[in-house]
């Protein structure tokens, strides 16, 4: 099956801690972004990756932070440095470029501090 | 003037009614928009795409493009309670430069009711 998995579905940080957060996709999709989601709001971009070995920062980076090894995975690590980090993380690939880009998402991970 | 705004509902329609959801854009030259149905919980799901002024139907969806104006609408026609989600406009922002990117609008609840 093509698509794109998120892993954990639901997980709990503690105080001072990192985690990541794990996105996979089999799509062959060159670009690959996390957003997150806070309640009843829209998403916010986090990161973006538009090749292997790059990407950049998006709206509210600040505390997060990412790598892009491979095509198909692209990672985000939520710092202690996040004051508030609990929501709902999407990651979402693209196929097309510009004009004709269009993108998939996830199914999400839900994160909350303990 | 955020740049993809939408009505955030709630939007209460009867079923068997048609439902009208609205998204207006800032940027005059963006060609692609977007509209993905998230039901609570879950992730974004693309339901429509289109790319020229004019209307384009999918099954009960139309999706209708105004770029004179910088709306797009989704038409839900016969509206079931399945449909009862939060629709979500999506954008391609400066789509022929480097800052090309696809902005989220923060959704419209849509609720049908029995």
């Known amino acids: 099956d093509g698509g794109i998995t998120q892993s954990p579905k639901y997980l709990f940080r503690k105080e001072g801690q990192n985690v990541t957060l794990s996105c996979e996709q089999n799509?062959?999709?060159?670009?690959m972004y996390w957003y997150r989601q806070d309640p009843g709001q829209g998403l916010r971009l986090i990161y973006y990756s538009q090749i292997v070995n790059d990407f950049q920062k998006g709206d509210i980076a600040e505390g997060y932070s990412v790598s892009r090894e491979k095509k198909e995975s692209f990672p985000l690590t939520v710092t202690s440095a996040q004051k508030n980090p609990t929501a709902f993380y999407l990651c979402?690939?693209?196929?097309?470029?510009?004009?004709?880009?269009?993108?998939?998402f996830g199914p999400g991970t839900r994160l909350l501090v303990l | 003037q955020k740049e993809v705004e939408q009505n955030s509902g709630p939007l209460s329609v009867p079923e068997g009614a048609i439902a009208s959801l609205n998204c207006t854009y800032s940027?005059?030259?963006?060609?692609?928009f977007f509209w993905y149905r998230q039901y609570s919980g879950k992730s974004p799901e693309l339901i429509m795409s289109i790319y020229s002024n004019g209307d384009k139907e999918d099954g009960r969806f139309t999706a209708q493009l105004n770029k004179a104006s910088q709306y797009v609408s989704l038409l839900i026609r016969d509206s079931q309670p399945s449909d009862s989600a939060t629709y979500l406009c999506?954008?391609?922002?400066?789509?022929?430069?480097?800052?090309?990117?696809?902005?989220f609008g923060s959704g419209t609840r849509l609720s049908i009711r029995p």
């Open positions: 999506a954008v391609n922002l400066h789509p022929y430069s480097s800052a090309s990117k696809i902005i």
């Open positions: 799509l062959n999709h060159d670009a």
């Open positions: 979402a690939s693209s196929e097309g470029t510009g004009a004709q880009e269009t993108q998939y």
């Open positions: 940027d005059r030259v963006s060609q692609s």
